[in-house]
């Protein structure tokens, strides 16, 4: 009942910057914890950063002070925007979402279908 779904991947070349949008939908009742996260060719999926419902953010050591992590908690809508882009971002990004979906105290995690960036040389 809770759809995540990212958009705004592509092609860009090496400096160049993206931006990624992650829109939450179905029966949501409350949005926690987002993030990114990213898995690049014969690497496991990584953390790329998160976001609290106040605003709080983390990010992975390779993309600090490149890649910002914000979100629009009335359009329920995560962004990621990814400036000076090398080519290790080239991976296929994930969007995640803490959610209560039933109105309990219960959460549940969920997962886009991910994006593709690729970064050329």
């Known amino acids: 009942q809770v759809q995540l779904v990212e958009s705004g991947g592509g092609l860009v070349q090496y400096g160049g910057s993206l931006r990624l949008s992650c829109a939450a939908s179905?029966?949501?009742?409350?949005?926690?914890?987002m993030g990114w996260y990213r898995q690049a060719p014969g690497k496991q999926r990584e953390l790329v950063a998160t976001?609290?419902?106040?605003?709080?953010?983390n990010y992975a050591a390779s993309v600090e002070g490149r890649f910002t992590i914000s979100r629009d908690n009335a359009k329920r809508l995560l962004y990621l925007q990814m400036n000076d882009l090398k080519l290790e971002d080239t991976a296929v990004y994930y969007c995640?979402?803490?959610?209560?979906?039933?109105?309990?105290?219960?959460?549940?995690?969920?997962w886009g279908q991910g994006t593709q960036v690729t970064v050329s040389s």
């Open positions: 976001i609290t419902s106040g605003g709080t953010t």
């Open positions: 995640n979402a803490d959610v209560d979906s039933s109105g309990t105290y219960l959460k549940r995690n969920y």
């Open positions: 179905g029966t949501i009742f409350r949005l926690y914890t």
